[in-house]
């Protein structure tokens, strides 16, 4: 491992996992004050900061935010595939034991038997010299949980459930000689042939035209949705990721600023931030002038003291530009946002999904 459509309807009732309250589903991933630096040894720079984040066995958290927001920075922490330089800091666990402490051992048997990752571009993420056989099957023969032959039936198997024809030709190809979409589907075969507990999804249809994004989406819901999979999406498109979660965390300069199950969230948005990210993109029901969100993103190592959103926020006062506002319980989410409960009223709703 390395580094508006017509989207998938909705998954079914939202875990309540990503706000305070019962129901929550025993946490395969759990993330509690973990931050990212990165630099030289005497300048570092904040990459994410203070972030708090589950995932449940057979549950589907999403992670958006526009891009440098650190969602992938947070991927790479979670599987401690950081660059050089890069550090991580806080607790990261997976099923109660430290992952930030594992061993060489603990690390490789996380890697490769508990966790898997679904990079965003697949041409980059494989080896244009070797076939895609070698790229799916390698992992689970290098480490023994499947012989050659076992591996190379499990993975045709797979291909034929999502589509795949002619599996068995398919695997004596290389990466060029297949589309955008069909690689894809052979990076989501290769991510699950181990039948991981918890998948990453590092905005693996951001390569893809809208058709094909669809599927490839509806692909990876089916099937983590029947293995009882942790999923942990990664996007910068909201709707898609309202589409197929069961909750949200919005990410902004590198920290949480919004979290809730994901219904809530999308209809009915706390933070100035998630609001502002809802207005700005087309209407799926009616033809409307686009409101841009003014300014550009800063990274978390750009912000003071305040409220990294403060420059954009149209809602912002004084106190916004000096103090950083933390995430604290909110009804039936986490929101960090001083005047959260003052500017409800002027926050529009948004249709349902």
């Known amino acids: 491992m390395t580094e508006n459509t017509h989207a998938p309807q909705p998954r079914g009732v939202p875990h309540a996992g990503a706000a305070a309250g019962a129901g929550t589903p025993p946490a395969l991933l759990r993330m509690e004050g973990v931050g990212v630096t ?3 040894r005497h300048h570092r720079k904040v990459i994410v900061r203070d972030v708090d984040l589950t995932v449940g066995a057979g ?3 999403g992670l958006v935010g526009e891009s440098g927001s650190g969602k992938s920075m947070l991927v ?3 599987i401690r595939l950081l660059p050089y330089r890069a550090e991580a800091s806080g607790d990261i666990s997976f099923e109660g034991r430290p992952v930030l402490g594992f061993s060489r051992r603990d690390l490789s048997a996380y890697r490769s038997r508990d966790v898997a990752l679904i990079h965003q571009d697949p041409r980059a993420a494989t080896n244009p010299l070797r076939t895609v056989g070698d790229f799916v099957i390698e992992q689970v023969v290098a480490t023994g949980q499947l012989t050659h032959r ?5 993975a045709c198997a797979l291909m ?3 589509g795949v024809t002619e ?8 990466p060029h000689e297949l589309s955008g979409g069909l690689l894809q589907r052979m990076m989501i075969i290769a991510a699950l042939l181990h039948s991981p507990k918890l998948l990453f999804a590092d905005e693996p249809t951001t390569a893809l035209d809208v058709t094909v994004q669809s599927e490839v989406m509806a692909i990876i819901k089916e099937r983590t949705a029947e293995q009882n999979v942790g999923l942990l999406f990664i996007s910068h498109d909201l709707d898609l990721a309202a589409a197929v979660t069961d909750s949200l965390a919005v990410m902004y300069a ?3 600023v919004e979290r809730g199950a994901t219904d809530r969230v999308y209809s009915r948005p706390r933070h100035p931030y998630t609001a502002a990210l809802l207005a700005c993109r087309p209407s ?3 033809v409307a002038r686009l409101t841009p969100i003014p300014g550009r993103p800063v990274a978390a190592f750009e912000s003071g003291t305040g409220c990294a959103f403060a420059d954009r926020c149209r809602f912002t006062i004084e106190q916004c530009r000096v103090e950083r506002p933390h995430l604290r319980p909110l009804e039936d989410r986490m929101v960090a946002c001083h005047r959260a409960e003052e500017i409800e009223a002027d926050i529009e709703p948004v249709e349902a999904l």
């Open 38 to 40: 990165a630099g030289s």
């Open 59 to 61: 549950e589907a958290v």
């Open 76 to 78: 790479k922490a979670a």
């Open 150 to 154: 076992e591996a190379t039936e499990k």
């Open 160 to 162: 034929a459930e999502v």
């Open 167 to 174: 599996p068995r030709h398919r695997l004596t190809q290389y």
């Open 254 to 256: 590198g920290t949480v």
């Open 284 to 286: 799926p029901t009616a």
